[in-house]
């Protein structure tokens, strides 16, 4: 244990605690920016400063230990006019048109500045900018970087991928995408975990609100809206709501009020994917030679485009299965508009996602299945649906809770858990289970692949199939441990689930923001919650479901599901990363 | 008030004399990779700033660079900008009156001739190639990139063993290079900012004298793959050590009768102990490499057959023939290289000079260690003759000062004519003074003959020292030759030819030990993955964090050598090690660039294997 004080208290730490952390412990906060905790712990913009007694030197209280006899003032006159200095320094190159900038309220250098009452500015405007593809899905503001560094370290270190660069030495130091290039000429997976870490408005997601308000004034087109499972599990966080309160069937409401058409919920297509890439499983598991091993989860934009680029050899092992949203829309734009009596290309499909990437999905080539149209026409994160919710004067918390529409609002508790990791491997066992044996398996018999662990394993045994050895693993740098083990041959498994973002969709790169905090594993806890609470927890059992294929699809991996429900994923290019160039 | 005055004028250019100094050691230690178009401004900036302002070319055409260069830095420029810093530089050159703004000019059309490339990626995406986001100085500027920061902070913590075993994760020599690496770390260590570069090297030489006895790591799984490394020197060692890491059979096939190469038959023991080396050695060796020695190719193998009984080969082969002077009297009695005289000494063979004069011709580290082992041979006078100033000898300043200690003369400006003989005996060194003249190719004032007569030398034996040539001729069959050198890739690759690599100094040239070290670094990373693997050396030390700390001013601890008169009648080391007192010192003046700066992000432990 190390000993010191901090003004005036004295505290024992364990060797190694930083001076931030030390005085957290004792009710000491000190104001930090760019510091994220076991991310970004690099002292870069100097607010985090304190006072050493007998040193001229003020320390980054994020990355100095503290030291046996240390005597520590946060507040200080030094530190005080240091820290006011750094910020005013720091703001004096952002472009401080806050009430018009898409990270107002959420920003923590406005909280930050507004906390230290800062209204005076000494020095010169030297706001830099930069061009950008707003057409990508993925905004980067020049005018608005603070240059903390945060998304480089996520792309590095939580990604591996590091589209991230840093350029040029001195004042002209600055941040791009790998190799000066267009993103979307990069291999970005628009996986948005640097957005969602980003303190400032520097990084957002492409806005596509007005599209969908255009869509929603125009009297000839029908919208129809779908909801992403870890969308629930969110989306009230910016209101203030509880989990308990934020329910679906609030948001329901809510979206009503906005004026959409239709209501479904992703979770009926979660069902949909249950069916078809379970029993994918199932052909492949019993049909082994036939089959590149092992068969990869494919409903994750980000991991899918990773794929393609890091790993293009496993392309062939992606179930062929498309991802809930890709599949609602099609079937939206053909089985429900043949249903309804209406012209699918009159039809808007909007889904509201947890997730950046699936702005790029939706866009495709290979995703025009139902009538030729983009099966999904827009996609909202859940951030775009708070800011439609709120710039509509909605307030959730006043509304009463409404059913969604049917016959695609319906969903189980095999389906709300996609938004967690190890979900898909869950709910997709509990139905494999069930088409091989006949019989139900306890709904909670696989739990061992959920949780926050970035590299799950375990072995399950199906009765009459064999033992089925799975793994689960979230984010993108884990994923390339597994891939790096499945090709040397240390790791052997018959089906894996991957997702980008770690702790899967709940921690996605579209959720709302709340700067230094992780969320993943609260949303993901909520999303077992609901499971459990549902009546129906297998996929098999959702009666919508079942109707479907009766009245349309036949059977899963049929001539209909083909043509619909699955996709090529070695029809559209991906770019590749520079080393690879 | 009297005409001429000391006082108030004179207390200024004190004033900015020290100031200018501050700058000097600023620049001395500049750090690597900076945005040349941003260091070129600076420089002009300041260089403008120094004019006298009289002249036109200077005073507005340095204005008009700045703003352009500007321009190429907020990336508004475009290839027409380029062209006009080009010509308006030139311009300045050419019509200005005075050197200052000659200069400035200069080091802008240098900047922009040189870096070309960085000029056009700023007009085309408005930033930088090259960036200051590596790892310390001392790290980028270490050949083999051994992380430096890393073990002087395990010293400090008193964790030599530690030390040592970061070390050898990049570089399998640190005794070796404790006792003569060159330490191109120390030159542009960011301490010198403020005082003086660290003794890095003493630091090191303090862990492995007290690192105790270490075991080698454990070698991956065998790859069942038969690798051939040839030439036993610090260059093969190294490539045979992580090779043999990384789980290949590895076998060392050596010409001479002991491994180490020029640092057995070239360095003299008084630099660098024996039973270090071979200390070293074993525990290289140790990882299980397998040993052949008095083994030649071309002799007892075609290099063609060797080649297919393995599935990748190293040549790692070393400069061991010598250069001749060719002229007249070289064949004499008495004439020798200096390669011949310290392969010699390597094999224990210890010639006697007692009463002798000797001559050493050259004026490189090798011509110091032939200086020195004379004087420990016994020799009654050593002259050391040079053909360029003292200032141009390119030995280390340390060994020049020793040998001067140890009672040697050093003769400059002297190029060599003949040697006098008697009875097929030599007798005298003839030598023509010198007169230093303008700058060559190689960017080194030459000297030319001086309009005087020619001077004599005393001289029973005249040792050659002026570099040491390759022997390409066993694979030249097989492997390109250039200007006298094997031809391949700085990762050992030879275009063309596969299984076969080559590095170290039959590639480069006679060059350095931790230069060696680095070529077999690279090429067992290339071969590794041309035998179809990707194995990565790693090490399970953990760094201490820095302790929080003002940066003021102590001296550099340097380490001291024994008495003269002790020292030059043995071949003992020279060197005393850092005591305690003085390692926990000077290891607590690094700076920690590995955590400070960019250290703490990206940059601080970048390069990995």
């Known amino acids: 244990m190390v000993n010191l004080t901090i003004n005036g208290k004295a505290v024992s730490v364990e060797e190694g605690t930083t001076i931030l952390d030390a005085a957290k412990m004792i009710g000491i906060n000190i104001p930090t920016l760019c510091y994220f905790k076991d991310l970004n712990e690099i002292g870069a913009c100097r607010v985090c400063v304190v006072e050493l007694e007998g040193k001229d030197k003020l320390a980054s209280s994020c990355n100095t230990v503290c030291e046996e006899g240390m005597v520590v003032k946060t507040n200080s006159p030094r530190v005080r006019t240091a820290r006011r200095t750094n910020m005013q320094l720091i703001l004096s190159q952002h472009d401080g048109h806050c009430p018009n900038c898409i990270r107002n309220g959420t920003c923590k250098l406005q909280k930050l500045a507004a906390a230290m009452s800062i209204t005076d500015q000494p020095f010169f405007d030297q706001i830099p900018s930069a061009p950008w593809n707003k057409e990508a899905p993925l905004i980067r503001n020049e005018s608005k970087c603070i240059k903390c560094m945060r998304c480089v370290q996520v792309c590095d270190k939580i990604q591996g991928i590091g589209i991230w660069d840093i350029v040029s030495t001195g004042g002209q130091t600055k941040i791009v995408a790998s190799g000066s290039r267009d993103i979307t000429d990069i291999n970005c997976t628009y996986c948005g975990q640097c957005i969602t870490h980003c303190p400032t408005g520097a990084l957002s997601a492409r806005d596509d609100t007005i599209r969908v308000m255009r869509a929603l004034a125009d009297p000839e087109i029908t919208t129809i809206v779908q909801i992403a499972p870890a969308v629930r599990a969110a989306w009230g966080e910016e209101f203030g709501l509880d989990r308990e309160k934020a329910t679906v069937n609030r948001m329901a409401a809510a979206l009503r009020r906005v004026g959409f058409d239709y209501i479904f919920d992703t979770n009926f297509a979660a069902d949909m994917t249950i069916m078809e890439e379970g029993s994918e499983f199932i052909e492949r598991f019993t049909h082994k030679e036939n089959y590149k091993w092992p068969m990869f989860t494919s409903c994750c934009p980000g991991w899918v485009r990773f794929l393609k680029s890091e790993y293009p050899e496993f392309t062939d092992n992606l179930s062929t299965a498309k991802s809930p949203q890709q599949m609602f829309g099609a079937i939206a734009k053909s089985y429900f508009a043949e249903k309804t009596g209406k012209d699918p290309h009159k039809l808007f499909n909007i889904s509201i996602m947890p997730c950046s990437s699936k702005k790029s999905e939706c866009d495709l080539p290979t995703m025009k299945d139902a009538c030729g149209d983009n099966d999904v026409d827009v996609v909202l994160t859940t951030r775009e649906l708070n800011r439609i919710l709120r710039s509509e004067n909605i307030s959730p918390a006043d509304l009463e809770e409404e059913p969604l529409d049917s016959p695609l609002g319906t969903g189980t508790g095999a389906a709300v858990i996609f938004g967690a990791t190890g979900g898909v491997m869950d709910a997709a066992l509990r139905t494999a289970y069930y088409l091989v044996t006949g019989d139900k398996p306890d709904a909670d018999a696989f739990r061992s692949v959920r949780g926050m662990d970035g590299w799950k394993e375990a072995v399950f045994s199906i009765p009459g199939a064999g033992d089925v050895r799975v793994a689960v693993v979230s984010g993108l740098a884990n994923t390339a441990k597994v891939l790096n083990a499945i090709k040397s041959g240390k790791a052997e498994y018959d089906f894996v689930e991957v997702m980008a973002c770690p702790g899967g969709c709940a921690g996605g790169g579209g959720q709302p923001i709340e700067d230094g905090s992780e969320k993943a594993e609260v949303r993901g806890n909520e999303l077992w919650r609901l499971d459990k609470g549902m009546s129906v927890r297998y996929s098999h059992e959702n009666p919508d479901v079942c109707k479907i294929y009766e009245e349309y699809f036949e059977k899963p991996l049929g001539h209909k599901s083909h043509k619909l429900l699955h996709t090529d994923h070695s029809a559209w290019e991906m770019p590749k990363p520079l080393q690879n160039l | ?609």
């Open chain 2, 1 to 609: 008030m009297s005409r001429l005055q000391l006082g108030n004028s004179a207390m200024n250019q004190a004033a900015e004399d020290r100031f200018l100094q501050d700058l000097e050691r600023y620049v001395a230690s500049a750090p690597v990779g900076t945005c040349p178009v941003d260091l070129a401004l600076g420089c002009l900036t300041l260089c403008h700033a120094q004019t006298c302002g009289k002249c036109v070319p200077c005073r507005v055409g340095h204005a008009q660079l700045k703003q352009l260069l500007k321009a190429v830095l907020d990336g508004s420029a475009t290839e027409e900008t380029l062209e006009t810093i080009e010509n308006l530089s030139k311009n300045i050159i050419y019509s200005t009156d005075c050197l200052l703004g000659t200069t400035a000019a200069t080091l802008v059309l240098k900047s922009i001739r040189n870096f070309r490339d960085d000029y056009e990626e700023h007009v085309r995406n408005g930033s930088c190639i090259g960036t200051a986001h590596g790892p310390a100085s001392c790290t980028s500027f270490c050949p083999a990139h051994v992380d430096i920061p890393g073990y002087i902070a395990l010293v400090r913590e008193g964790r030599p063993q530690d030390a040592v075993k970061l070390i050898r994760k990049d570089n399998p020599f640190p005794i070796a290079c404790a006792y003569i690496c060159e330490h191109p770390c120390e030159a542009r260590c960011r301490r010198g900012i403020l005082d003086e570069a660290v003794n890095i090297r003493g630091l090191k030489l303090y862990a492995v004298e007290h690192c105790g006895k270490m075991d080698a790591p454990p070698c991956a799984e065998d790859t069942g793959k038969r690798v051939a490394v040839i030439g036993g020197g610090p260059c093969g060692l190294t490539a045979a050590y992580y090779l043999r890491l990384m789980g290949h059979e590895v076998t060392v096939y050596e010409q001479r009768h002991k491994l180490g190469g020029m640092m057995r038959y070239g360095i003299p023991s008084y630099r660098f102990p024996r039973e270090e080396l071979d200390r070293e050695i074993d525990f290289i060796l140790s990882t299980g490499i397998n040993v052949v020695t008095d083994f030649s190719i071309g002799k007892d193998i075609s290099f063609e057959q060797f080649k297919r009984e393995h599935d990748a080969v190293y040549i790692s082969v070393g400069a061991h023939a010598d250069n001749k002077l060719g002229i007249e009297g070289e064949d004499a009695e008495g004439v020798m290289s200096a390669v011949e005289l310290l392969r010699g000494i390597g094999d224990g063979n210890l010639p006697d000079f007692t009463g002798k004069r000797i001559v050493v011709v050259g004026g490189g580290n090798v011509a110091l260690d032939c200086v020195r082992t004379s004087i420990r041979l016994g020799a009654e006078k050593v002259t050391c003759v040079y053909r360029r100033r003292m200032a141009d000898i390119t030995a280390l300043p340390k060994e020049i000062e020793s040998g001067l200690a140890e009672g040697a003369e050093i003769v400059e400006l002297h190029a060599p004519v003949r040697i006098e003989t008697e009875d097929g005996k030599a007798k005298a060194f003839i030598a023509q003074p010198q007169i230093i003249g303008e700058y060559d190719r190689s960017g080194r004032a030459a000297p030319r003959n001086a309009d005087v007569p020619e001077v004599r030398f005393d001289a029973d034996i005249v040792i050659v020292a002026i570099g040491q040539a390759i022997v390409c001729s066993p694979f030249e069959k097989t492997v390109p030759v250039e200007r006298r050198r094997l031809s391949a890739a700085p990762d050992g690759k030879i275009s063309g030819i596969d299984g076969v690599f080559a590095g170290g100094e039959c590639v480069t040239g006679p060059a350095t030990v931790i230069r060696a070290i680095a070529a077999g670094k690279a090429a067992a990373a290339s071969m590794d993955k041309y035998l179809g693997f990707n194995h990565k050396i790693s090490v399970d030390v953990e760094i201490p964090l820095p302790h929080a700390k003002d940066r003021r001013k102590c001296g550099r601890i340097n380490i001291a050598e024994r008495g003269v008169d002790e020292r030059k009648s043995d071949f003992k080391c020279v060197e005393c090690f850092m005591s305690d007192e003085e390692a926990a010192q000077e290891s607590t003046r690094c700076m920690r660039c590995d955590h400070y700066g960019f250290g703490s992000f990206r940059g601080g432990r970048r390069f990995e294997w």
